[in-house]
């Protein structure tokens, strides 16, 4: 079956959104000429956000496979919302609402009015989303590698001492603390306390959400509640793709302060993210590709170590989604080497 199908939606609203992008600029400018830079910042907004969340959707389909068919049609129809809606759009206005303490409504305004204090307001809670966000998905990372029932190993040396080490308790939460602390110890003493608050908070919000997760899809959960079947797991990918988003939200800071632009072009990438993921889990390509997984996770790690680094220098997102493409492609080509040699 071909797989032009899993993308009709992502290509319509690449149509109707590079179209608003389009107007939007004609609207501020008044002539084509005008609106076309508006255009091409929403096609590398796009780009940027596919870049950068490939790793998510593959990391998505591992969660998703495990999901309830009822659970699976309700991330990927509620999870849209929540990604587009959600992070694209009221996580910034949510953002600069706390740090300038003032409403969401008037964050709306400061975004049409004054784009640049929008902005500048965002780029000043950098500091607490990197810690945060690096946090999260430096759990998940590891929580994937240090684990004694993980069977295939791609880079053989490191990854079957760490699942060796699995059996000290805890070991994964004492290795992120230790990278909290590390990094905590060389920013300015102004930037530390938020720092570890932030690292802190994400990294009881791994734990929170994975008790949660456990509670709800306890296979002796009671029959028929809401919960038993995915709730857990759901909640769980929309911290996961809320973390992966971070990056993506504050990158597009750097190209444009037009909130309207930056969720049209985010907004495309993560529609593609959304296909990529359902393709992966009904053509079984996980299966296929035996170490496209562990690519993913590498490439988790590697970006929970450079938000860390964000926060002490900046790091273009070229390199980020380079570095995350380069090791999910290293993962492909080991795949399918190994698929030849047992063919």
Known sequence: MSSIKYFRWPFAITVAGLALAFYLGFIASGTIAGAMPYLLIGVVLSILEISLSFDNAIVNANTLKKMSALWQRRFLTWGILVAVFGMRILFPLVIVAVAAKISPFEAIQLAVQRPDEYARIIGDAHLSISAFGGTFLMMVALTYFIDEDKDVDWVQVLEMRLRKWSSIRGLEIAVVLLVIMIFASILPETEAATFMFAGMFGLLTFLGVELVGRILDAPDAVQGTAARGGLGAFLYLEVLDASFS????????????????????????AMYVRAMTVLLVERGTLAELRYLEHGAFYSILALSVIMFAQT??????????????????????SSLRYNRARS
Do not use: H, K, W, Y
Not at 247 to 262: M, P, R
Not at 321 to 332: M, N, Q, S, V, Y
């Open 246 to 269: 971070f990056d993506g939200v504050i990158g597009a800071f750097a190209l444009t302060t037009n909130l309207f632009l930056i969720a049209i072009g985010l907004g495309i990438g």
């Open 312 to 333: 002490l220098f900046p790091i273009p997102e070229l390199v980020t989604g380079l570095i995350g493409a380069g090791l999910i492609g290293l993962a492909l080509r």
